[in-house]
């Protein structure tokens, strides 16, 4: 059964900490993508990989940085986490296509809460 | 820029009547790809249908059938005789190239 793992389902942090939201995929996907989804915003792209060390910037990358150190593994970093950073955090990934897109597979979502 | 509109919000149903769920897009490419998702109380984004741009005919698979027309830009989602377990949060999302993106979603409530 192929797979989208997050590490946590919730968390709770509190403002100002570093949080680590770690995903792991097992279909040996290149393309891998954080997003947070929050009422009313539906998804937003925060950052994506393509391939192993390679990050690019979504729509609102602002207060995160990502980690891609091996291809079945990326990482979302808060390195201050703030109240508005409260919200839904989901991971996916994708093959690589020749027509530049396929079939997003999705994890269960992280809930974080920071206070 | 590439923008998805789901102008409802929430649509609540009872078991078995039909629904439709609308999406309206946004995207200078000639190309293009066109999803639907369900998220159900699980949290677990669920794939259900991807529409090349290229392809206008409209699909059925079961009691979900789609409604893909170019010339408004909308790529409409149906159920048909809803169900209690149709109940979910449901996304169209519309592709550039090798990335996602969403629209703020429908929420469908089936009532017994």
């Known amino acids: 059964d192929v797979k989208v793992t997050q590490s946590s389902r919730y968390l709770v942090k509190r403002t100002g900490e570093k949080v680590f939201l770690e995903c792991v995929q097992d279909?040996?996907?290149?393309?891998m993508f954080w997003y947070r989804q929050d009422p009313g915003l539906g998804l937003r792209l925060i950052y994506f990989s393509y391939d192993v060390k390679m990050k690019e910037k979504g729509d609102i990358p602002e207060g995160y940085s990502v980690s891609r150190e091996k291809k079945e593994r990326f990482s979302l970093i808060l390195e201050s986490a703030s109240t508005n950073q409260t919200s839904m955090y989901l991971c996916?990934?994708?093959?690589?296509?020749?027509?530049?897109?396929?079939?997003?597979?999705f994890g269960e979502g992280s809930r974080l809460t920071v206070l | 820029a590439q923008k998805v509109t789901q102008a409802q919000t929430e649509i609540s149903v009872v078991e078995k009547e039909d629904v439709t769920l609308d999406c309206v897009y946004e995207t200078r490419d000639t190309t293009y790809y066109l999803f639907w998702y369900k998220q159900p109380p699980s949290g677990e984004l669920v794939f259900l249908i991807r529409?090349?741009?290229?392809?206008?005919q409209n699909e059925i698979s079961g009691r979900y059938s789609w409604n893909f027309q170019k010339s408004t830009s909308s790529f409409n989602f149906t159920i048909t005789a809803s169900q209690v377990v149709d109940s979910a949060v449901y996304f169209c999302?519309?592709?550039?190239?090798?990335?996602?993106?969403f629209g703020t979603g429908t929420r469908l409530l089936v009532s017994p």
């Open positions: 999302a519309l592709t550039g190239f090798q990335k996602l993106v």
């Open positions: 529409r090349n741009s290229f392809d206008e």
């Open positions: 996916a990934s994708s093959p690589r296509t020749s027509d530049g897109t396929g079939e997003l597979f």
């Open positions: 279909m040996d996907h290149e393309n």
